[in-house]
DNA sequence: CCCTGATTCGC
DNA sequence: GCGAATCAGG
């Protein structure tokens, strides 16, 4: 995604309105919060009131920094599939949310339906981030809610615990829910 | 840890 | 010019 007048312009007025880099760059869609704040730099429109420094001028780099080919760090740009292949404890947690839903008709199909994607007794799951798939990161939790096919689709978003696609909630969750699923 | 903006520098 | 990598701070 390029730089264009509208896009510049849209940018200039949300950095105004007092907006993070990174929320603009969820915003314009297709360029990271780096990207964002580059092109602020560019534009020599930083230094919004808050002034994060003054003390201690960061000292120049003598070494250049080692730079990974194909890396991907924050906001936008290539990024893999959120639903990666990866999977947690024998199975997908968002295939198996769709199986569940997909299995109506099956006759003690209720007990799988309803709990699935529902905290269970006192596990409680903090407010979601509700993270757009555009949103999410290697270490954004990945549990869907809603309808992949409606607005109303959106990603958990909390920090995922190492290895895991999955926030510690959300992790915890599947694995007790598969487990509690007894075959009769 | 999460996040923020700032900076450097290879492309 | 662009933006990833990195830094410094909250």
């Known amino acids: 995604m390029s730089w264009t007048d509208e896009r510049v312009e849209l940018l200039k007025k949300l950095w105004a309105d007092g907006l993070s880099a990174s929320q603009i760059a969820a915003k314009l869609g297709g360029v990271s919060r780096n990207a964002v704040i580059g092109k602020v730099h560019r534009l020599k429109l930083s230094g919004r009131a808050k002034s994060t420094k003054s003390s201690a001028p960061r000292p120049k780099r003598t070494t250049a920094p080692p730079r990974v080919a194909g890396a991907v760090h ?43 994607l529902r905290p269970i007794e006192d596990v409680v799951v903090p407010i979601a981030k509700r993270l757009p798939l555009t949103e999410l990161s290697e270490n954004t939790c990945k549990w ?11 990603f958990c978003g909390h920090s995922t615990e190492e290895k895991s696609p999955y926030c510690k909630y959300h992790g915890k969750l599947a694995f007790q829910q598969n487990e509690r699923r007894r075959p009769r």
């Open 74 to 116: 924050q906001g936008g740009g290539t990024r893999t599939s959120a639903y990666g292949g990866s999977t947690v404890r024998g199975g997908t947690a968002v295939s198996r949310g769709m199986t569940a839903t997909a299995l109506k008709q099956s006759p003690d199909a209720e007990a799988l339906v309803a709990p699935d």
């Open 144 to 154: 869907p809610y809603g309808d992949p096919l409606t607005d109303e689709f959106y």
